[in-house]
C-alpha cells in the first residue's frame, strides 16, 4: 500500500472542500493579509516617523554646531542671483523721469557715488607746527614761504586734575552788626560728590558705550594717580538715575507723540530682583522714534516681558508700531489701536538658519531660494534710500509689491512640501503667518523694511553686557536703562555722547522749570565748541 510523502511547505490539502468551504478559507485568508498590511503599514509609518525625527535632530545638531563654531554673519557662500540690480537702477531712473513737475529735482538724490572723504575731520582741534630754516640757510634768499607737508593724528593722554574752590566773602559792617555775601558756586548734580560733570560723564559713556566694566576704570584711574572705588563710582550712576529721570520722561513724552516708533527687546541678568531667581530673564526694552527732527532712543528695564510693558511704555501713543514677531506687542496694538508692521531682518534670519543647517548637496536649498526673494525686496531698497519719502513710496509700489506676490506664491506652494518641524518649514510657516505684518511697510515711504535702526540701538547694550555680565539690583538696571537712553538718543541726534552728558550734567542741577529742561534736550541742546568732539572746559 502506498502512503501519501507529509507535504513540507505545510500547504494544506483544499481538495475535498466544497465551494461554500472554500470560500470561507479565501475571506479568512484575505483577512488575515489585510492584518499583516495594516501592520506593516503601521511599522513603515513608525520608522518614517523616525526617519523624520532624526532628520529634524541631525539638522537641529548641525544648526548648533554651525552657532557654536561657525562664523556669525549671515552672507551665504552660494549666494543664488536672481535679480539683477543693474536693472533695478534703471527702473527707478525710469520712475525717477516720470515724476510729477510738482517734486523738485532738487529733492532727487546725486545719481554719482559720494566721494571718499580724506584727510582729518574739521570738528578736531588743531595745531600748526613750522619748520623754519635758520638764518644762515636762507641768508641770500630771494624769498621765503611755508608750504604743509603733511598731518599726523596726535593722542592727548588723559589725566586727572583736582579742582579747587575759593570762595570769597565780603563782610559788610552795619549798626554794629556783620553781614557776610558770598560769591556763588555752581549747583553740583548730586551734591556732595567729589566727581565733577566731566569725570560722571566720562564713568557713564566708557561703561555705556565703549564697555569698560568698573573694574577696569578703577584701575585706569590708579594708573592717572587717584584711586577711585568700583564701589563709590557705582553710587554715582545709581544716584544720576533720579537727576535724569525728568529728562528722560520728557524724552518718553516727544518719542510717544510721533505716529511711528519701532520697539525691541533683549535679557539682562539681575542677581537680585523680588520674586525671581538668580537665573531667570529679565529684560531690556527699547523704544525708538520720535517726530521729525527729534529721534530718541529710550531704554526700559522689567523683569516682566510681558504684553503689559509695551502696554505702559506706549500709554499715549497713536501711530505705526513695527517690531519683530514677538505676541507681547499684540495686546498694546489691540487697546491703542495701532497699526503693527513687522521686521523682514526677523524673516531672513530664520531662513539663513535653515540654509546654513541644510545638507550641502550640490544644489541650493529652498532656504537658499528663499533668502533669494528676500535679497530682491532689500535691493530695491537698497537703491532707494536716498530718494524721498514720495519717491521711495512710489518704488515700493513699482518694485516691491510684484516681488512679494512672487514671494507669497512661492511660500505657499512649497511650504507643504517641507517636513513640519524642520528649520525651513518653521521659517516659512512664521513668514506666511507675519505676512500682514511684513508687508506694512509698502503702504509709506518712511517706513522701515525691517527693525534695524531699534536693533542698532540695542546693540551696543549686548556688546556692554558680555563685559559687565549683570546688573546688581534692579537700581542698578533702572539706572543702566537711563545711561543707555542718553547715550543712544545722543547719537541718533549726531552729539558725541560724552559731551551731551557732561553738557546735562552741568545744567540739570539748576533746571527747576520745564523750560529749562527743555533746553537740555538733545535736538535744542547748545554745546560747548563741536557736536561731534567732546569739549571739557
Given at each position: 500500500?502506498?502512503?501519501?510523502?507529509?507535504?513540507?511547505?505545510?500547504?494544506?490539502d483544499?481538495?475535498?472542500l466544497?465551494?461554500?468551504?472554500?470560500m470561507?478559507?479565501?475571506?479568512?485568508?484575505?483577512?488575515?493579509?489585510?492584518?499583516?498590511?495594516?501592520?506593516?503599514?503601521?511599522?513603515?509609518?513608525?520608522?518614517?516617523?523616525r526617519?523624520?525625527?532624526?532628520?529634524?535632530?541631525?539638522?537641529?545638531?548641525?544648526?548648533?554646531?554651525?552657532?557654536?563654531?561657525?562664523a556669525?554673519?549671515e552672507?551665504q557662500?552660494?549666494?543664488i542671483?536672481?535679480?539683477?540690480?543693474?536693472?533695478?537702477?534703471?527702473?527707478i531712473?525710469?520712475?525717477?523721469?516720470?515724476?510729477?513737475?510738482?517734486?523738485?529735482?532738487?529733492?532727487?538724490?546725486?545719481?554719482?557715488?559720494?566721494r571718499?572723504?580724506?584727510?582729518f575731520?574739521?570738528?578736531?582741534?588743531?595745531?600748526?607746527?613750522?619748520?623754519?630754516?635758520?638764518?644762515?640757510?636762507?641768508?641770500?634768499?630771494?624769498?621765503?614761504?611755508?608750504?604743509?607737508?603733511?598731518?599726523?593724528?596726535?593722542?592727548?593722554?588723559?589725566?586727572?586734575?583736582?579742582?579747587?574752590?575759593?570762595?570769597?566773602?565780603?563782610?559788610?559792617?552795619?549798626?554794629?552788626?556783620?553781614?557776610?555775601?558770598?560769591?556763588?558756586?555752581?549747583?553740583?548734580?548730586?551734591?556732595?560728590?567729589?566727581a565733577?560733570?566731566?569725570?560722571?560723564?566720562?564713568?557713564?559713556?566708557?561703561k555705556?558705550?565703549?564697555?569698560?566694566?568698573?573694574?577696569?576704570?578703577?584701575?585706569?584711574?590708579?594708573?592717572?594717580?587717584?584711586?577711585?572705588?568700583?564701589?563709590?563710582?557705582?553710587?554715582?550712576?545709581?544716584r544720576?538715575?533720579?537727576?535724569f529721570?525728568?529728562?528722560?520722561?520728557?524724552?518718553?513724552?516727544?518719542?510717544n507723540?510721533?505716529?511711528?516708533?519701532?520697539?525691541?527687546?533683549?535679557?539682562?541678568?539681575?542677581?537680585?530682583?523680588?520674586?525671581?531667581?538668580?537665573?531667570?530673564?529679565?529684560?531690556?526694552?527699547?523704544?525708538r522714534?520720535?517726530?521729525p527732527?527729534?529721534?530718541?532712543?529710550?531704554?526700559?528695564?522689567?523683569?516682566?516681558?510681558?504684553?503689559?510693558?509695551?502696554?505702559?511704555?506706549?500709554?499715549?501713543?497713536?501711530?505705526?508700531?513695527?517690531?519683530?514677531g514677538?505676541?507681547?506687542?499684540?495686546?498694546?496694538?489691540?487697546?491703542?489701536k495701532?497699526?503693527?508692521?513687522?521686521?523682514?531682518?526677523?524673516?531672513r534670519?530664520?531662513?539663513?538658519?535653515?540654509?546654513?543647517?541644510?545638507?550641502?548637496?550640490?544644489?541650493?536649498?529652498?532656504a537658499?531660494?528663499?533668502?533669494?526673494?528676500?535679497?530682491?525686496?532689500?535691493?530695491?531698497?537698497?537703491?532707494?534710500?536716498?530718494?524721498?519719502?514720495?519717491?521711495?513710496?512710489?518704488?515700493?509700489?513699482?518694485?516691491?509689491?510684484?516681488?512679494?506676490?512672487?514671494?507669497k506664491?512661492?511660500?505657499?506652494?512649497?511650504?507643504?512640501?517641507?517636513?513640519?518641524?524642520?528649520?525651513?518649514?518653521?521659517?516659512?510657516?512664521?513668514?506666511?503667518?507675519?505676512?500682514d505684518?511684513?508687508?506694512?511697510?509698502c503702504e509709506?515711504?518712511?517706513?522701515?523694511?525691517s527693525?534695524?535702526?531699534?536693533?542698532?540701538?540695542?546693540?551696543?547694550?549686548?556688546?556692554?553686557?558680555?563685559?559687565?555680565?549683570?546688573?546688581?539690583?534692579t537700581q542698578g538696571?533702572?539706572?543702566?536703562?537711563?545711561?543707555?537712553s542718553?547715550i543712544?538718543?545722543?547719537?541718533?541726534?549726531?552729539?558725541?555722547?560724552?559731551?551731551?552728558?557732561?553738557?546735562v550734567?552741568?545744567?540739570?542741577?539748576e533746571?527747576?522749570?520745564?523750560?529749562?529742561?527743555?533746553?537740555?534736550?538733545?535736538?535744542?541742546?547748545?554745546?560747548?565748541?563741536?557736536?561731534k568732539?567732546?569739549?571739557y572746559d
Amino acid at each position: 500500500m502506498k502512503t501519501m510523502p507529509d507535504n513540507a511547505s505545510g500547504t494544506p490539502d483544499l481538495s475535498g472542500l466544497s465551494s461554500a468551504e472554500m470560500m470561507a478559507v479565501i475571506r479568512d485568508m484575505q483577512g488575515q493579509l489585510a492584518a499583516k498590511e495594516a501592520e506593516l503599514q503601521q511599522r513603515d509609518q513608525a520608522v518614517k516617523v523616525r526617519e523624520n525625527y532624526i532628520a529634524i535632530l541631525e539638522e537641529l545638531l548641525r544648526y548648533k554646531k554651525i552657532q557654536q563654531f561657525a562664523a556669525s554673519s549671515e552672507k551665504q557662500p552660494n549666494q543664488i542671483t536672481l535679480f539683477d540690480e543693474a536693472e533695478l537702477e534703471v527702473g527707478i531712473d525710469e520712475l525717477r523721469d516720470e515724476l510729477p513737475e510738482g517734486i523738485e529735482e532738487a529733492d532727487a538724490p546725486p545719481r554719482s557715488r559720494k566721494r571718499r572723504q580724506r584727510g582729518f575731520s574739521d570738528k578736531l582741534l588743531r595745531e600748526r607746527i613750522e619748520l623754519t630754516l635758520s638764518e644762515e640757510e636762507k641768508a641770500g634768499a630771494s624769498k621765503t614761504f611755508l608750504t604743509k607737508v603733511k598731518e599726523e593724528l596726535e593722542y592727548i593722554p588723559a589725566q586727572l586734575k583736582v579742582l579747587e574752590y575759593w570762595q570769597e566773602k565780603a563782610v559788610f559792617e552795619q549798626n554794629g552788626e556783620e553781614r557776610i555775601v558770598v560769591a556763588s558756586r555752581s549747583v553740583h548734580p548730586l551734591g556732595k560728590c567729589i566727581a565733577t560733570p566731566s569725570l560722571l560723564a566720562y564713568l557713564i559713556t566708557s561703561k555705556y558705550a565703549d564697555g569698560l566694566p568698573l573694574y577696569r576704570q578703577e584701575q585706569m584711574l590708579k594708573r592717572l594717580g587717584h584711586e577711585v572705588s568700583r564701589t563709590s563710582m557705582a553710587h554715582w550712576i545709581i544716584r544720576l538715575n533720579d537727576v535724569f529721570k525728568p529728562l528722560i520722561n520728557l524724552m518718553r513724552e516727544t518719542q510717544n507723540s510721533s505716529n511711528y516708533l519701532q520697539a525691541d527687546e533683549s535679557r539682562i541678568q539681575v542677581l537680585k530682583e523680588d520674586g525671581k531667581s538668580v537665573h531667570s530673564d529679565k529684560w531690556m526694552w527699547v523704544t525708538r522714534g520720535g517726530p521729525p527732527g527729534k529721534p530718541t532712543v529710550l531704554f526700559e528695564y522689567d523683569p516682566s516681558r510681558g504684553g503689559k510693558v509695551p502696554v505702559r511704555l506706549l500709554d499715549d501713543f497713536r501711530g505705526i508700531l513695527q517690531a519683530d514677531g514677538y505676541s507681547g506687542y499684540g495686546q498694546v496694538c489691540r487697546e491703542n489701536k495701532l497699526t503693527r508692521i513687522g521686521c523682514w531682518d526677523q524673516a531672513r534670519r530664520k531662513f539663513v538658519e535653515a540654509s546654513r543647517a541644510a545638507l550641502a548637496k550640490g544644489k541650493p536649498s529652498k532656504a537658499d531660494v528663499a533668502l533669494s526673494h528676500i535679497r530682491k525686496l532689500y535691493a530695491v531698497e537698497k537703491a532707494a534710500q536716498d530718494l524721498s519719502d514720495a519717491e521711495r513710496y512710489r518704488v515700493r509700489q513699482e518694485k516691491s509689491l510684484p516681488l512679494l506676490k512672487a514671494f507669497k506664491v512661492w511660500l505657499e506652494k512649497h511650504a507643504p512640501k517641507v517636513m513640519k518641524g524642520m528649520l525651513t518649514r518653521k521659517a516659512m510657516d512664521y513668514t506666511l503667518n507675519q505676512w500682514d505684518t511684513l508687508t506694512g511697510y509698502c503702504e509709506r515711504g518712511d517706513l522701515q523694511i525691517s527693525n534695524v535702526l531699534a536693533e542698532n540701538a540695542i546693540r551696543p547694550f549686548a556688546v556692554g553686557r558680555k563685559a559687565w555680565l549683570f546688573a546688581d539690583t534692579t537700581q542698578g538696571a533702572n539706572a543702566s536703562a537711563t545711561c543707555y537712553s542718553l547715550i543712544e538718543t545722543a547719537k541718533a541726534n549726531n552729539l558725541e555722547p560724552s559731551a551731551y552728558i557732561h553738557h546735562v550734567l552741568k545744567h540739570i542741577a539748576e533746571a527747576d522749570t520745564l523750560e529749562k529742561l527743555e533746553t537740555l534736550l538733545p535736538w535744542n541742546a547748545e554745546l560747548a565748541g563741536s557736536k561731534k568732539v567732546a569739549q571739557y572746559d
